[in-house]
C-alpha cells in the first residue's frame, strides 16, 4: 500500500480545512485500458492511530483511497467532502479496517468506489447525515477473502442520502468457505434516489470467477435492521438479500420500506434467509 500523507502510532491529532488533489486521472485512464499501471496511493491514511478530529477537509480526485483509517480508534470525521468522478477506479471515499469507535457526520461523498467502506475488523461505527453519489454506495466487506478475518460488527447508518449510486446499503462476502462475521447492523431513515440496488446483502461476490466458483461464504450475516428506507430504484428488485447456503442470513428485520421502480412496485429477493418484516413493506417483503 501507498501513501500520500500518512499518520502512524499518533494521539490527538486534529485536522481542520484544507484541500488534497491527487491528480488521478492519468492513473486511472491506465488502470480502465487495462495496461499494467502502479498500483496508486492513498491521500490521507492513519494507522494504529487513536483520538483523531477530521473536519472540513476536502479530497479531489484521489489516485486510490481518499481517506484510510487502519488499526485506530475514537476517531472522528466531519464536514469532509470527498469528490472523484463515477468512472474513477477504487478511489474509495473513507475506508474503514481493523478500526473502532469511528464517527461520520454531515459529509458529502461522491467517487467511483464505495463511499464509505467497512472492512474486517471494523466496530462500534456510527455514520449520520451523509450524502453518497456518485460511488459505489456505503458497504460492509468485502469480507471472507482471507482466513481468519477478525468480525464487523454494531455499525449504525443513519440519516443518509444516496444519488444514482451502485448501491445503498450493501453487505458484500466472497464465496469462499473462509470463516467470518456481521452482527448488530442498523441502517435507518435512508433516501434512495434512482440506486440500482439499494437494500442488498451479497454472500456470493466472485469477481472474474477465480477461486471460489462453486464454493459457499463462511461469514455469518445476522441482527442486521432496515428501518424507513424510502425512494427509487434504479432495477426491478430493490430489495436482495442472496445470503449463503451453509450461513443463512438470520435476524434480518425490515420496517416501514418504501422503494419504488418506475413509480411501480418493485421486487424482493430472498435466499438462504430468515428475519421479520412489520410496519409498511413496499416491495412485498419476502423474508
Not at 450493501?170 to 448488530?184: A, Y
Amino acid at each position: 500500500m501507498n501513501w500520500w500523507i500518512r499518520f502512524k502510532r499518533v494521539d490527538g491529532l486534529s485536522i481542520y480545512g484544507g484541500t488534497l488533489n491527487g491528480r488521478g486521472r492519468s492513473l486511472w485512464a491506465c488502470k480502465i485500458a487495462g495496461r499494467s499501471c502502479p498500483y496508486g496511493a492513498t491521500s490521507l491514511s492513519f494507522s494504529q492511530s487513536k483520538n483523531v478530529f477530521i473536519s472540513g477537509l476536502t479530497s479531489i480526485n484521489s489516485k486510490f483511497y481518499h481517506l484510510s483509517i487502519f488499526g485506530s480508534s475514537n476517531v472522528k470525521i466531519h464536514g469532509v467532502k470527498i469528490t472523484a468522478p463515477d468512472a474513477s477506479p477504487n478511489t474509495d471515499g473513507i475506508h474503514l479496517q481493523k478500526s473502532s469507535g469511528i464517527t461520520i457526520k454531515g459529509s458529502t461523498i461522491g467517487t467511483g468506489d464505495d463511499c464509505i467502506a467497512m472492512k474486517a475488523g471494523t466496530t462500534n461505527v456510527w455514520i449520520q447525515k451523509v450524502t453518497c453519489g456518485p460511488g459505489h454506495g456505503i458497504s460492509i466487506g468485502s469480507l471472507g477473502d482471507a482466513a481468519n478475518e477478525a468480525g464487523v460488527q454494531n455499525i449504525t447508518v443513519r440519516s443518509v442520502v444516496f444519488t444514482g449510486t451502485q448501491n445503498g446499503v450493501r453487505i458484500k462476502t466472497w464465496g469462499k468457505t473462509n470463516k467470518g462475521s456481521v452482527n448488530g447492523v442498523t441502517f435507518a431513515n435512508a433516501v434512495m434516489q434512482n440506486v440500482q440496488n439499494p437494500i442488498i446483502i451479497d454472500q456470493n461476490y466472485c469477481p472474474s470467477n477465480q477461486n471460489c466458483p462453486g464454493q459457499s461464504s463462511g461469514v455469518k450475516i445476522s441482527r442486521v435492521s432496515y428501518t424507513n428506507i424510502r425512494g427509487s430504484s434504479a432495477t426491478a428488485v430493490a430489495v436482495k438479500f442472496d445470503c449463503s447456503p451453509s450461513n443463512p442470513c438470520s435476524e434480518i428485520s425490515l420496517k416501514d420500506i418504501k422503494l419504488r421502480y418506475q413509480n411501480e412496485t418493485a421486487q424482493a429477493f430472498c435466499k438462504n434467509v430468515s428475519g421479520t418484516a412489520t410496519g409498511s413493506i413496499d416491495p412485498p417483503s419476502c423474508l
